[in-house]
């Protein structure tokens, strides 16, 4: 059974830095593309940043110079380096895993203030 987990979310003054980790189990991970999405209140879910599983990273335009997408694949593991945040990154963070068909977390909240 795939698990998908994320973790590191949390609240943070505007400017500030968090990252957030993805752990995927049940399955293999190495081969497989991972992303990052989020969802604010009362809007549609959106593309943050993708990685391939050869560790090309693709980025939203409105995180692009601020957020950073890695994988650590000995660990089962994506990160999201999240700086400079703004009070418009205030959502719910959802991790893709993609192999064959998407596996998603439950997520992760991420609240910037102002």
């Known amino acids: 059974q795939v698990q998908v987990v994320e973790s590191g979310g949390g609240l943070v003054q505007a400017g500030g830095s968090l990252r957030l980790s993805c752990v995927v189990s049940?399955?293999?991970?190495?081969?497989?593309?991972m992303g990052w999405y989020r969802q604010a209140p009362g809007k549609q879910r959106e593309l943050v940043a993708t990685?391939?599983?050869?560790?090309?990273?693709n980025y939203a335009d409105s995180v692009k110079g601020r957020f950073t997408i890695s994988r650590e694949n000995t660990k089962n593991t994506v990160y999201l380096q999240m700086n400079s945040l703004k009070p418009e990154d205030t959502a719910v963070y959802y991790c893709?895993?993609?192999?064959?068909?998407?596996?998603w977390g439950q997520g992760t909240q991420v609240t910037v203030s102002s």
């Open positions: 990685i391939t599983s050869g560790g090309r990273p």
């Open positions: 893709r895993y993609n192999y064959y068909r998407d596996y």
């Open positions: 049940g399955s293999i991970f190495s081969v497989a593309a």
